[in-house]
């Protein structure tokens, strides 16, 4: 099926939908060095993206007519800086807000459906207006906002169209939206997400997000009740962790309802336990962009991430820490960065995938990326109904 990929940045949203099976017509970046990522992989003819049409622009400038009718998906995730929680919450103020143009590509690529992804921000009470507004665009996308109206007004019409009497005519989307935990599909990243699927009309629009595969709880049994966890990663009795008294308090009730079904959240450990220690200098020889780089410091707010749960949700830096909270918590309370093939696995790139581009930068790129197994899961889904329709 063939689809488009907006605001492409390092890839991973489109690895995702390629691995769900859509073929990327176009895959769309501004960034330089992002850019320079992406065809570092097609040089090394990396199989998911070898034939991607890398197409490194401003979106606004971008003409859609190029790429003809009947695509099937838009995909991307805007720029999240205006509603991130660790941002300036300028929200549509913003001028990296470009929701705008993701309503614009619908709007004039008329696909069969969209996913689109941003940071759990947006569903904040201050945005709770303007999130709205999102929605009705996505629905609507052929009401366009007049020069010169503002977007409440803009607001307003749409909702006047949404509610009023009789069947409309013209382009429109059935939307959805839910807030998405990486870690319930196989991440080894707590990593809250807000993706929005939406299907035009004809195509039989009934449809849910797909149900979480992994769990919390599964992974308090196979750690707390049957110590399997430990003995799969060969952890001596001696050198596991103490359980966590917050952790104490569930089992009693875990052990009552028996083993939970599902499967165990990845953890850190499993993510990168088979990785060589970066910190003896030979990261770099047998995995790509395995290196120690050192400097990392522990201050409130960024901590690092333990062994053994989900790391925390990584982020693109700009907090006083490059790659914001980009750091592995070891078992004698010290910290060190993630070397960057580390970062890739926490947020489930393949290995052979590879990345371009100064520390910080790649660092931004793996800390603005969607998760490839969380845009599979959502993508593999919305693929198997557009078949069916």
Known sequence: MRAIE??????????????????????????????????????????????WEVVECDVRKYDYSLLGEGIDLVAGGPPCQPFSLGGKHRGHEDERDMFPEAVRAVRELKPKGFMVENVKGLLRQSFASYFGYIILQLTHPEIVKREGEEWPDHLKRLERHHTGKGRRSGLNYQVVFRLLNAADYGVPQRRERVVIVGFREDQFPAWSFPSPTHNEERLIWDQWVTGEYWERHEVAKRRRPKCPEAIKARLDRLRGEGCPSGEAWKTVRDAIADLPDP???????????????????????????????????????????????????????????????????LQTFPDEYVFRGAWGEVMRQLGNAVPVNLALAVASSVKAHLMSA
């Open 279 to 345: 910190t003896r200098g030979n990261g770099g020889e047998t995995f790509h962009n395995h290196l120690f780089n050192p400097g990392a410091r522990s201050y409130p707010g960024h901590t690092g991430s333990p062994w053994d749960a989900p790391a925390k949700t990584l982020k693109a830096g700009g907090h006083g820490v490059p790659g914001g909270e980009n750091m592995l918590l070891g078992a004698d309370g010290g910290v060190r960065y993630f070397t960057v093939r580390e970062s890739a696995r």
């Open 6 to 51: 907006l605001f492409a940045g390092a890839g991973g949203l489109a690895i995702g939908t390629a691995k769900a099976g859509f073929h990327h017509e176009a895959v769309l970046e501004w960034n330089p060095d992002a850019c320079e990522t992406i065809r570092e992989n097609k040089r090394r003819k990396v199989e998911l993206v070898r034939d």
